[in-house]
Every structure is written in C-alpha cells, then in structure tokens.
C-alpha cells in the first residue's frame, strides 16, 4: 500500500500551503496596518484577512461540477498555480487593491484543494487506511502553521520586517506542490472509470496497489457509477456446491449464486435462508442496543451490525473466500479490443459482441462480463445465448480456460464482490442479472462456526460454510430499461452509455443521496458553530493571562514576537494528537472518536465559562483558562476537525460525489464567514463567557446528533457506503410510512 500512502501525502502537501497561508496573514496583517496606515480603517483590515475566505467560498460553488467533468488532478493543479501566481503578486503588492486581488487568487487556490484532497485521497486509498490517510490534510495543515509561525517570529525579529516576503515566500512550496501535481499524482481511478476509461483506471490502481491484479476492484469500481436506489437486504448460506441439506430448509427450487474459484471445476453456491446474520436482523429490527433509543437512525444501527463482525485487521484479499480466484480472469481465447477509451461514444447502440481479434494479454478489459463461450462450469449458472449480446467490457466472470488461478473478488473490509443470474422472478417480478456484495454474518446454527473452508474437493456433509448477509442491487451497467428490452442472458449496455448520462442535480434527491447530505452538512455547520474559530482567536490573550506572555517578555520579547511565538506553540500542541487520531482513526473508528472527544469539548467549554464568570484569583483562573485551551485544540484535532471532512468524501456515490462535496464545503465556508464575522458582535452583546457557553451548547447538540444520525465507517469500501445509505434511506422511509 506504499504507493497510496505515497500519493496521499504528496496530496496534503496542498494543505500545508493553506495551513502556511493562514498563519502567515496573521502576522503580517500586524505590518501591514502601519506602512498602508489602517489602524482607524478596520474595515479593509478585515477585508484583507477576509478575501482568501471570499475567494475560497466563490470556487467551491463550481468546483464539484468541474471536478466530476475535467477530474480530480487538473484541480489540483490548478490549486497549485494559483498559490504560485497570489504568492508572487503578494510579495510584489504596491498597494492594497493589488495585495487584495491576490488574496483573492490565494483563496481560490485553498478552496480548490481544501474540497477536492479529501476526495482525491478517499478515491485513491484502501479502505483499511482510508482515515488514517484523510487525516493527514489535518496534520500537514496544521505543520503548515507552525512552520509559517515560526518562520514569521523569526522575521518579526529583524530591523524591519517585510511582510510582503512573510507573504510572498508562498511561491517556493506551491512549486514543489506543482512539481507534485504534474509528475506524481495520478488522476483517480475512480474519476476514470466513471468516464469509462478502464485501461488508464487499471494502471493506476495497479500503481496504488503495487500489484498486477487488480481486477476484483476495477470491478468495484464500476458498480459504484450507481445511486443504489434499489438495494434491497438478502441472506444466503454459502458453501462447496452439494453442501446443503435439508435442516436448513433450503429448497432446490430456490434462487442460488454460482461463485466459482481459481481452478476450473471448482464452484461453490449461495442459497437464501431467512434471517440470522447480524446484518439481516439490523435492517429488520435494529440492533439489541439500539431498540429502545428514540429518534435513532436505522442507518446507524444498520452500519454498525457491519462492525460486531468486521475482522480486526481487514484486507484487499478475500477472508471469507480465501482461495476464490477473480471474477473477472480473462482467458486467453478472449477476444480484445484496445479502442474502446477513444471509440466508446461512437459505438452507442452497436453491438458488442466477442468478435474482435484474438490476443493472449491479461489486459483484456473488453471482454464481457459474462463469457459467451459457456464451459462444463456455467453451463447451469446463465441460458445458453442466443443472438447478440449487449456486454460490458472489463473482465469475464469466467475463469479462463487455462485455470490459472486470478484475483481475489475480496474488495476491502471482509466485503466480497459477486453477480447472480436468475431467470426467475424476484419480488419485483423480474428476474435477471444482479450484483451483490456479501459480508459474512453472524450464524448461530453454522456448523462449525469458522469461516468457510473451500479445498476446492466435492460436498462433504462436515464440510464448513458460512451465513453471509447481502446487499443486491441491479448492476451499474444493467439499467432497468434494459429490462425492457427482454434481453437473452446478462446483458449489458456499454460504459460510455452510462458515462454519457453524467451526474445531474435529480441525482441528489436519490433517498440514500438526501441522507447522506442530511449527515454532511448537518456535520459542517455543528463543526464551525462548535467555537474553534473563537478559541483560536482568544489563545493568545488566554495564554498572557497565564504569564506566558511575561514570561517571554523577559527574554527581550516584543508584543508582536510574543504573540507569534505563543501561537507557534499551540499549534505544535495539535501535531501530537493529529498523529494519534490517524492512528485511532480506522481502528476505533470516525463515530467513536467524535463521541469519545466531543465531551471533553463540551467540559473545557464549561471550564472556559467559570474562568471567565468566576474569580478564583489570577493565578487559578489563569490556569484553569490554559488547560481549557490546550484540552480544546488538543481534542478538536483529534475528532471535529478532520472528521467532518473525511466522512464527507466516503459518503457519495461516485457520480455526484463531486457534486455533494461542493455543497458540504460550500456550507463550511459559509459557515466560517458566519461565525468569524458574528464573533465581535457576540462578545459585545453576551461577553466572552456568553460566547463560550453558546459553543458549548453546540457542543452539546453535535454529540447528540454524531450518536444519532453518524454511522461507523471505517474499513468499508465506498461503494458499499452508499448503499448502505440507500438502504437507510429506505428503512427511514418506511418506519415514517409505519
């Protein structure tokens, strides 16, 4: 996982320069009040800090779009330089019209990468890793800080200060950051498959993964440029094929899953039974711990049925199947096609039968899904094909004929990708092709109560098997208007048809897509009313009261040095704890530390109030006010600062992702102009203690609505994320119809 890792920390180097950005104005605001003489026109003061905030809120109402249409790395390069042109008007600026324009190009440069890299970054790592990586935007923001205040203590410490160098030296790193983006960062692979660009979206994650087989995620990939609007909740019992018998009520008339494995005349079948995994029993009933709490989410309990049973350590590689070859092996008599990136639009409507030239590569992403050529393997599991078929072009479900073994159909979190045929009608009265992911469940009547064991030899009676719970959906290249069309077999229409049809602004009044918006921006608005922005502007009057200010007085210190130097060691309080919450992160979990920190928000908020309201002397006070503060950001970073953002980059659907993103960041800053620009007239009207006890009532109303509403989402793969809301979002809508 070395190359994702890689990708992500060159990724939040853009949010180092934010991090620098922020931190640099600070100081220099200080000089650059005298030499444009503004001390009795707060106003422009104000709109000097202010403007990269107006800038930031401008691009992020166009940046979902664009990024969904030109992909996630031109905006990044973008962002780069644009940091490069602001720094060097900055360092030039005659005048405060020209230094406002290029705090307006700044600000654009810090809304393009503060949206875009927690996407950038959620697309590109595993899902084991996925929080672990997304926090480092937290932690390369906050470095960028200490690095710039330190950098501007020492300037504040000559003869004269420059500010605009203070300001200006941007340009250095936002060229090593353009250097990044040109040469290092791929585009994602997720972006590419949603343009149907499989051979680009293959090589990239064989770059990320650092392995050649890929193709069980390439294959999650493009099930993802769903919505998952009609993902419904089944049961199956799996095991080696004539392992079933009759305590288990299975009929053979039922609908079955064919899986097969690495070596030909291996398979195994999934048979539906009625309801004993845990995630069964969730979407039906909740969670024993969840019954009796009102107002609580089904979605919350329905993600967290998901963990009771997540492995400890998860892995790309199959668990629950650990011998399972791909899905999606090519065999080398399959036909290929290497124009279908530059084809694809011109051949709507054609049909894609396997009739190109041959070719004997495993880079075979043209192949269909299902093999035309049926062998002894699937004879029972698909209709002999009669006619032409319509078929998607990114791997056979079929082992190759040679029976060397493939990759592994496990995708991240002990979550398993599979497809059924079945010409007999399902609940809606249809039958047909449908893709499922599996995920073991708890069995209280297995055999054995171990995960299944495929040897690959003939059913056995002792043999093992297990419970496995299944959201099932129609496949993303199998619309319902294919159904229509009374198809012979799987067919499927071809990726650039779905590509064609692009996310629109409908897509977002999708049930799952509404929840999952509902929990993003809902997450936004708690987060900046939660008082950081408030904290972060009183630290240094907070700390002087402490007598650190006299302290460093003594060394020969001035005002302004002072307060530099007492902001640099706040923000290298916040670096420790960023490590541990990207430690934490994906093994306690995104909910549990938000729930876990938000408390300790909600004391040190009260401890702020009684400092403020109650006289226990200067020293006490002084101190209670210190370890208030440093307990406040030390938290904050831990929980509430990246939290937000990296579950706002898991919880879209691929397609209006982009789209989602723009509205949740476009809220943030919305939100962060709101409470900058209340704060004085707050602490006019209720006083500083008035200030601090609103942020914690806030606090207060998060933690409430973080137990309620958040969901668990550590470890699973995104798309499976996005069902999960659509299944929420369905389970909400009935219990209101109830």
């Given at each position: 996982?070395?190359?994702?890792?890689?990708?992500?920390?060159?990724?939040?180097?853009?949010?180092?320069?934010?991090?620098?950005?922020?931190?640099?104005?600070?100081?220099?605001?200080?000089?650059?009040?005298?030499?444009?003489?503004?001390?009795?026109?707060?106003?422009?003061?104000?709109?000097?800090?202010?403007?990269?905030?107006?800038?930031?809120?401008?691009?992020?109402?166009?940046?979902?779009?664009?990024?969904?249409?030109?992909?996630?790395?031109?905006?990044?390069?973008?962002?780069?330089?644009?940091?490069?042109?602001?720094?060097?008007?900055?360092?030039?600026?005659?005048?405060?019209?020209?230094?406002?324009?290029?705090?307006?190009?700044?600000?654009?440069?810090?809304?393009?990468?503060?949206?875009?890299?927690?996407?950038?970054?959620?697309?590109?790592?595993?899902?084991?890793?996925?929080?672990?990586?997304?926090?480092?935007?937290?932690?390369?923001?906050?470095?960028?800080?200490?690095?710039?205040?330190?950098?501007?203590?020492?300037?504040?410490?000559?003869?004269?200060?420059?500010?605009?160098?203070?300001?200006?030296?941007?340009?250095?790193?936002?060229?090593?950051?353009?250097?990044?983006?040109?040469?290092?960062?791929?585009?994602?692979?997720?972006?590419?498959?949603?343009?149907?660009?499989?051979?680009e979206a293959k090589k990239v994650l064989q770059r990320l993964r650092g392995t050649e087989d890929v193709a069980g995620e390439l294959a999650l990939l493009v099930e993802g440029l769903g919505l998952g609007a009609d993902t419904s909740i089944e049961e199956y019992i799996i095991g080696p094929a004539n392992d079933?018998?009759?305590?288990?009520?299975?009929?053979?008339?039922?609908?079955?899953?064919?899986?097969?494995?690495?070596?030909?005349?291996?398979?195994?079948?999934?048979?539906?039974?009625?309801?004993?995994?845990?995630?069964?029993?969730?979407?039906?009933?909740?969670?024993?711990?969840?019954?009796?709490?009102?107002?609580?989410?089904?979605?919350?309990?329905?993600?967290?049925?998901?963990?009771?049973?997540?492995?400890?350590?998860?892995?790309?590689?199959?668990?629950?199947?650990?011998?399972?070859?791909?899905?999606?092996?090519?065999?080398?008599?399959?036909?290929?096609?290497?124009?279908?990136?530059?084809?694809?639009?011109?051949?709507?409507?054609?049909?894609?039968?396997?009739?190109?030239?041959?070719?004997?590569?495993?880079?075979?992403?043209?192949?269909?899904?299902?093999?035309?050529?049926?062998?002894?393997?699937?004879?029972?599991?698909?209709?002999?094909?009669?006619?032409?078929?319509?078929?998607?072009?990114?791997?056979?479900?079929?082992?190759?004929?040679?029976?060397?073994?493939?990759?592994?159909?496990?995708?991240?979190?002990?979550?398993?990708?599979?497809?059924?045929?079945?010409?007999?009608?399902?609940?809606?009265?249809?039958?047909?092709?449908?893709?499922?992911?599996?995920?073991?469940?708890?069995?209280?009547?297995?055999?054995?109560?171990?995960?299944?064991?495929?040897?690959?030899?003939?059913?056995?009676?002792?043999?093992?098997?297990?419970?496995?719970?299944?959201?099932?959906?129609?496949?993303?290249?199998?619309?319902?208007?294919?159904?229509?069309?009374?198809?012979?077999?799987?067919?499927?229409?071809?990726?650039?048809?779905?590509?064609?049809?692009?996310?629109?602004?409908?897509?977002?009044?999708?049930?799952?897509?509404?929840?999952?918006?509902?929990?993003?921006?809902?997450?936004?608005?708690?987060?900046?009313?939660?008082?950081?922005?408030?904290?972060?502007?009183?630290?240094?009057?907070?700390?002087?009261?402490?007598?650190?200010?006299?302290?460093?007085?003594?060394?020969?210190?001035?005002?302004?040095?002072?307060?530099?130097?007492?902001?640099?060691?706040?923000?290298?309080?916040?670096?420790?704890?960023?490590?541990?919450?990207?430690?934490?992160?994906?093994?306690?979990?995104?909910?549990?530390?938000?729930?876990?920190?938000?408390?300790?928000?909600?004391?040190?908020?009260?401890?702020?109030?009684?400092?403020?309201?109650?006289?226990?002397?200067?020293?006490?006070?002084?101190?209670?006010?210190?370890?208030?503060?440093?307990?406040?950001?030390?938290?904050?970073?831990?929980?509430?600062?990246?939290?937000?953002?990296?579950?706002?980059?898991?919880?879209?659907?691929?397609?209006?992702?982009?789209?989602?993103?723009?509205?949740?960041a476009l809220t943030f800053w919305i939100c962060d102009i709101i409470v900058t620009y209340t704060l004085p007239v707050m602490l006019k009207s209720v006083g500083l203690a008035g200030v601090f006890g609103l942020y914690a009532v806030v606090c207060i109303i998060s933690f409430v609505f973080v137990y309620l509403k958040v969901p668990e989402t550590k470890g699973m793969p995104l798309e499976v994320i996005s069902e999960f809301f659509a299944v929420g979002a369905k389970q909400v809508a009935a219990a209101k119809e109830n």
């Amino acid at each position: 996982m070395s190359g994702a890792v890689l990708v992500a920390v060159a990724a939040a180097v853009g949010n180092l320069l934010q991090g620098w950005d922020n931190a640099t104005i600070a100081g220099a605001v200080l000089y650059i009040k005298k030499e444009f003489h503004l001390e009795s026109e707060p106003a422009i003061e104000g709109l000097i800090v202010a403007m990269s905030l107006v800038g930031a809120t401008l691009i992020t109402m166009c940046s979902g779009p664009i990024s969904d249409m030109l992909g996630r790395r031109p905006l990044l390069i973008i962002s780069s330089v644009l940091y490069f042109i602001s720094g060097l008007i900055m360092l030039w600026s005659p005048n405060v019209s020209v230094l406002l324009l290029a705090r307006l190009l700044d600000g654009f440069g810090i809304g393009l990468a503060v949206t875009l890299i927690p996407v950038y970054i959620s697309e590109t790592a595993p899902p084991e890793i996925r929080g672990l990586l997304n926090t480092l935007p937290q932690f390369t923001g906050s470095g960028g800080m200490f690095l710039s205040y330190c950098m501007v203590f020492g300037m504040s410490l000559m003869e004269a200060p420059s500010w605009r160098l203070m300001l200006g030296v941007l340009f250095i790193p936002s060229i090593i950051y353009f250097l990044l983006t040109v040469f290092f960062l791929p585009e994602s692979p997720r972006w590419l498959v949603s343009k149907g660009r499989m051979l680009e979206a293959k090589k990239v994650l064989q770059r990320l993964r650092g392995t050649e087989d890929v193709a069980g995620e390439l294959a999650l990939l493009v099930e993802g440029l769903g919505l998952g609007a009609d993902t419904s909740i089944e049961e199956y019992i799996i095991g080696p094929a004539n392992d079933f018998t009759d305590d288990h009520d299975i009929s053979a008339d039922k609908d079955q899953i064919k899986l097969y494995g690495s070596e030909q005349g291996v398979s195994w079948v999934a048979r539906p039974v009625s309801g004993q995994s845990t995630i069964g029993l969730a979407s039906r009933r909740g969670s024993m711990a969840n019954q009796n709490v009102p107002l609580m989410d089904p979605l919350v309990t329905l993600f967290g049925s998901v963990h009771e049973k997540l492995p400890e350590q998860g892995s790309t590689r199959s668990m629950l199947f650990p011998h399972f070859g791909s899905m999606f092996n090519v065999g080398e008599n399959q036909p290929r096609n290497e124009d279908w990136d530059v084809e694809s639009h011109a051949r709507e409507g054609e049909d894609y039968a396997s009739d190109g030239d041959a070719g004997d590569s495993d880079d075979n992403l043209q192949s269909p899904l299902i093999s035309r050529q049926t062998t002894s393997m699937d004879k029972d599991m698909v209709p002999p094909v009669h006619g032409s078929m319509t078929n998607t072009r990114h791997g056979s479900l079929i082992p190759g004929n040679d029976g060397e073994p493939g990759g592994s159909t496990g995708i991240g979190g002990g979550w398993q990708l599979a497809w059924k045929w079945s010409e007999r009608e399902d609940q809606d009265g249809k039958g047909g092709f449908k893709r499922i992911y599996l995920h073991q469940g708890g069995a209280p009547g297995s055999r054995r109560g171990s995960l299944v064991s495929l040897s690959g030899t003939d059913g056995h009676p002792d043999a093992d098997y297990v419970q496995a719970a299944a959201l099932v959906s129609q496949p993303a290249l199998y619309p319902k208007e294919l159904l229509n069309q009374h198809p012979v077999g799987p067919a499927m229409v071809h990726p650039s048809e779905t590509v064609a049809k692009g996310p629109s602004w409908r897509d977002l009044f999708e049930p799952g897509v509404k929840h999952a918006l509902a929990v993003g921006v809902g997450l936004q608005i708690l987060q900046q009313f939660a008082g950081i922005n408030g904290v972060l502007y009183y630290t240094p009057q907070i700390l002087e009261q402490a007598g650190v200010g006299v302290l460093l007085s003594h060394l020969g210190l001035g005002s302004a040095s002072t307060s530099l130097l007492i902001s640099a060691l706040t923000t290298l309080l916040m670096l420790p704890c960023i490590a541990v919450a990207m430690r934490l992160m994906d093994i306690s979990g995104r909910r549990t530390l938000l729930l876990t920190t938000i408390p300790v928000l909600i004391v040190s908020l009260i401890l702020l109030v009684l400092g403020s309201m109650v006289d226990l002397g200067s020293v006490v006070n002084a101190s209670i006010s210190t370890v208030s503060v440093v307990l406040y950001f030390c938290f904050f970073v831990m929980g509430f600062g990246p939290i937000p953002n990296i579950l706002c980059a898991e919880i879209f659907p691929t397609r209006v992702r982009g789209l989602c993103i723009a509205i949740c960041a476009l809220t943030f800053w919305i939100c962060d102009i709101i409470v900058t620009y209340t704060l004085p007239v707050m602490l006019k009207s209720v006083g500083l203690a008035g200030v601090f006890g609103l942020y914690a009532v806030v606090c207060i109303i998060s933690f409430v609505f973080v137990y309620l509403k958040v969901p668990e989402t550590k470890g699973m793969p995104l798309e499976v994320i996005s069902e999960f809301f659509a299944v929420g979002a369905k389970q909400v809508a009935a219990a209101k119809e109830n």
